[in-house]
């Protein structure tokens, strides 16, 4: 079974909670503007890890669903409002929610999604499950959701910021990309009964591989197809973006190719993208990029040793290396 059919595997499940949750939001504007981006698609990979995760620890994926289903709302509200910060107006192959329905629409989508996640959670029946497990997983969905906020804010301070140090940059995709998977698989251990050894190892299987999903998206930006990316190469570079390969190459290049890497950061200029990339090349910023999202996986399939043997194991190996085999 390949990855793309584990995610599907638990996606009719989770679209029927998503549906449900969003069912009662009134009025239709409302509602529609808050189910855009959930119809336009989306491989839902946060709430199947919540699943496998309680599968993986011995839980029922029933006790996970709700869960689930709020890791999803909380991932499209945080897109809305990435949309309207960055100003794009395309998501998913779709316009933007605030192109459709206006910036106001759009921003209270977004907190109605916010909210609704967190009373997903809270209806998850608790007949057969200690409601403490539900507290727990509730208290881990709003820490993350902190997190991807003070993530946004450290990302828009990093904004014509040149001298941003390798720990800055993996401090701020932790809590903006990280944070919110590392959440969904230690929920899914907490509400499946796992051991505090194994929720912790979860969790931080969950940081890794979300690291390296940030990571490996820096990388393809560089090393992939237009066609592949679903945009051009080197559009980091054009937006004059930090990624792991610029705040590398700018600590380790010497003062002229420094400045000329400042030079095409700040140029917004698409010739100058192959300059870019033959100085991350020329300081091994390319590789050094790839090594550690590589790195992280290898650690976070490791820690899965602490789990029985099992599908869902096994399903977690594979979406590990996922990450790092997909082209966009």
Not at 146 to 160: M, N, P, T, V
């Amino acid at each position: 079974m390949n990855v793309m059919d584990i995610l599907k595997e638990y996606s009719e499940s989770i679209d029927h909670e998503i549906e449900e949750a969003l069912s009662t939001i009134d009025p239709l504007t409302l509602c529609k503007a808050s189910d855009h981006l959930i119809k336009a698609g989306g491989k839902k990979l946060r709430p199947a890890l919540v699943v496998l995760s309680c599968e993986s620890v011995g839980g029922k994926s029933q006790d996970a669903l709700k869960t689930a289903a709020s890791m999803e709302l909380i991932h499209t509200f945080s897109l809305i409002h990435d949309d309207i910060m960055d100003k794009d107006e395309m998501r998913r192959g779709k316009p933007s929610v605030h192109m459709l329905w206006g910036e106001p629409m759009a921003i209270l989508a977004g907190d109605t999604l916010f909210s609704k996640a967190f009373e997903t959670v809270l209806e998850t029946d608790i007949t057969n499950l200690p409601p403490q497990r539900v507290v727990y997983a509730l208290k881990t969905v709003v820490d993350s959701c902190i997190k991807i906020c003070e993530g946004q804010a450290l990302d828009i301070g990093f904004e014509g910021k040149l001298d941003v140090k390798e720990d800055e940059y993996l401090t701020m995709i932790y809590k903006k990309t990280a944070a919110l998977i590392a959440a969904a698989t230690k929920a899914g251990a907490i509400l499946g009964g796992g051991t505090d050894k194994q929720i912790e190892a979860l969790s931080e299987y969950g940081r890794l591989i979300g690291m390296a999903f940030q990571i490996q998206d820096d990388y393809l930006d560089v090393v992939s197809d237009a066609e592949d990316i679903g945009k051009p190469v080197g559009s980091d570079i054009v937006e004059g973006k930090m990624t792991l390969m610029v705040v590398h190459a700018l600590a380790n290049s010497s003062k002229e190719d420094k400045e000329r890497l400042i030079s095409i950061l700040q140029a917004n200029d698409e010739d100058l993208v192959e300059d870019a990339i033959g100085i991350f090349n020329k300081y091994g910023s390319i590789e050094y990029t790839r090594n550690i999202a590589l790195d992280n996986v290898k650690t976070a399939k490791e820690l899965l040793n602490v789990l029985e043997d099992s599908e869902a194991k096994e399903s977690l190996k594979l979406i590990a290396d996922f990450v790092l085999e997909r082209t966009h």
